[in-house]
């Protein structure tokens, strides 16, 4: 009789466990995790974007050019590029939940190295290991971001980039009120931000170790998308342009933008950094719509959209005066940031299962993009002049119009649906 039990009781929990996995994929959105992630993203770029702001102040200490301070972004950018996709490919296999925390040591690192760097080398090996703290924080946090989205992936990977734009945007407007006042050295400083961050991440690290189980087989939940490899990569092609084209733009403002406004309209140090912040805020509200707006009417369409639809605005800019320059650039950045959450979610639909390597592989290709445009455009810029940037880059995002050979990814699984 106890045999017959304990067989009835196995076989209970084993009708049980198919039932398991899909109520763990039923379970809403941890809004707590992605406000915890957001916020440690904002953190994390808030420091990165430390580096773009005081670049003023390090042409003037260091008596750099153009090209060298291109340099700087292209070190900082290149070493998270290269990294990304390989810590991606490697946490797939094997995630590593407590590897956030790890990844702001080595932000914190370059960021108490840029405060007390003496000469332009140790500028770069502080640029190199701020590169490095990206490389690891970036595809396991956006894994996390997709592990608490219950099935809103747009919404989730969005919530996440605006803490990143968010944080980017506030790295000028800090420097502003206290690097500049203080001098290089009130970097430092900013180790505090650094040190909250990995307190947070050490908790989202918990949250994820106890989750990661539970919720690995939801990708199992999502209809295949019946494409060819051909067709994948050809996409995979298509979105690295799109890549390149957004990136080179964005570097040529991110990088540039202060420079500019001083040349041409004679603005203050402060008053530039204050504008490059105007910009960058825009560009964090812009990353906000992309997600959500794609789960609503499919990534193609806002890829479309946020790319080629911000090409008029990007042609007037080099005309304009400084008043239409802030209202101008305030559009490019609200309508070009909304690109990037579409594109990330959509080409881990192209390739499900792989979330780190995809994640890894496009924010380390964004990164390199906007490295190899700084540097490329600096040295443009020492050659025929910081206006010549505005009129040159104003053409990239015709690029655009190659979105429209995108497969449309939403009819195949709404039909399975």
């Known amino acids: 009789m106890n045999t017959r039990v304990d067989e009835a009781s196995l076989a209970h929990l084993a009708a049980d466990e198919p039932a398991a996995a899909p109520a763990a994929h039923r379970e ?3 809004y707590g995790v992605l406000g915890a992630i957001s916020f440690s993203h904002l953190l994390n770029d808030m420091i990165q974007s430390l580096i773009l702001a005081i670049y003023p102040i390090l042409k003037g200490d260091f008596h750099l050019s153009f ?3 291109g340099l700087i972004t292209l070190t900082y950018q290149l070493t998270a590029s290269l990294l990304q996709p390989l810590v991606g490919m490697v946490t797939d296999r094997k995630p590593m939940p407590y590897s956030l925390p790890v990844g702001m040591g080595f932000t914190l690192a370059g960021l108490l190295l840029l405060a007390v760097a003496p000469n332009f080398p140790v500028l770069l090996l502080a640029a190199a290991l701020v590169g490095t703290g990206s490389s690891v924080f970036h595809p396991e946090s956006s894994r996390v971001a997709r592990l608490a989205s219950g099935g809103r992936h747009g919404l989730a990977q969005s919530l996440f980039q605006v803490g990143g734009n968010t944080g980017s945007s506030l790295g000028p407007l800090l420097a502003a009120w206290i690097i500049v006042p203080h001098g290089r050295g009130s970097v430092a400083w900013f180790s505090l931000a650094a040190l909250v961050a990995i ?7 918990r949250w994820y170790r106890v989750h990661r ?8 939940g999502h209809a295949a998308i019946a494409l060819s490899r051909n067709q994948v990569v050809g996409s995979l092609l298509i979105l690295g342009l799109l890549i390149f084209s957004k990136y080179f733009y964005l570097a040529s403002l991110s990088s540039y933008f202060t420079f500019y406004l001083i040349h041409k309209f004679g603005v203050s140090v402060q008053s530039a950094q204050t504008h490059l912040f105007v910009f960058l805020f825009a560009v964090a509200a812009g990353s906000l719509i992309g997600g959500p707006v794609g789960d609503r009417i499919g990534r193609k369409w806002v890829i479309w959209v946020s790319i080629l639809g911000v090409a008029p605005f990007t042609l007037l800019l080099p005309h304009a005066n400084l008043f239409w320059t802030g209202v101008l650039t ?13 594109i990330l979610v959509y080409a881990q639909e192209l ?8 994640s890894g592989l496009f924010f380390g290709f964004a990164f390199g993009m906007g490295g190899i445009g700084a540097a490329v455009l600096g040295h443009v810029a020492d050659l025929y002049g910081i206006d010549y940037v505005y ?3 104003a053409y990239l995002p015709l690029i655009g119009v190659i ?13 399975t649906a």
Not at 213 to 220: E, K
Request: a positive charge; charged letters at 15%; proline letters at 5%.
């Open 28 to 30: 809403g959105t941890a």
């Open 213 to 220: 189980v539970s919720r690995a087989g939801a990708r199992a």
């Open 351 to 358: 390739i499900p299962g792989r979330v780190g390597m995809i």
């Open 403 to 415: 979105t429209v050979f995108l497969p449309n990814l939403e009819r195949p699984r709404r039909a």
């Open 199 to 205: 307190v947070v991440l050490l908790q989202v690290g």
């Open 67 to 69: 090209g060298q301070v």
């Open 391 to 393: 009129r040159l880059c």
């Open 330 to 342: 305030v559009v490019i950045g609200l309508v070009l940031s909304s690109a990037f959450s579409a």
